[in-house]
């Protein structure tokens, strides 16, 4: 199977990073002239981030329910997420579209979560998987026996 690592392995990040949740619920499902704009807005925004690393973006997955979107991303810092959130031309025609198309009709909701991630503050672990997540975002790296276990991987006492 092309891609697929066999084994277990691990992420590793150099220094702080930010993960960002962001999300597109779909509250009307039969108002599509509403939320279906929302939902292809981001397309253009995640091109214009990887088109332009010094942004501080580092990579993104995409995760779908039945009644919307989630797209898990990875930053380098806040202050860079937060610059491109209030300077990023895609980005404020998404969310002045929003605004002006959807308002507070209800029939779309869209959410965001940010984490700030100390350096080791975090641990990954992917068995028989392709390069996936915070492993794209990083560094994808074979386990070794003295980091066996996610405490051990988070650098905790047994």
């Excluded at 990887?50 to 380098?76: A, D």
């Excluded at 969310?95 to 965001?112: D, E």
């Amino acid at each position: 199977m092309a891609g697929i690592f066999p084994g277990r392995h691990t992420a590793e990040m150099e220094g702080d990073f930010v993960v960002f949740l962001i999300g597109v619920r779909i509250n009307r499902i039969w108002a599509i002239h509403k939320w279906l704009p929302v939902t292809l807005a981001m397309s253009p925004m995640l091109q214009e981030l990887y088109t332009n690393k010094e942004l501080g973006f580092l990579h993104s997955s995409f995760h779908f329910s039945w009644r919307g979107l989630t797209v898990i991303q990875y930053w380098r810092s806040f202050d860079q997420l937060e610059h491109y959130a209030r300077h990023g031309q895609k980005h404020l025609k998404a969310w002045r579209n929003f605004h002006r198309k959807v308002g507070a009709s209800g029939s779309v909701g869209i959410y965001h979560e940010t984490y700030e991630v100390r350096a080791g503050g975090y641990e990954a672990m992917y068995n028989n998987m392709p390069i996936y997540g915070l492993a794209k975002a990083g560094t994808h790296q074979p386990i070794v026996a003295s980091k066996d276990t996610a405490r051990e991987r988070l650098g905790r006492e047994q």
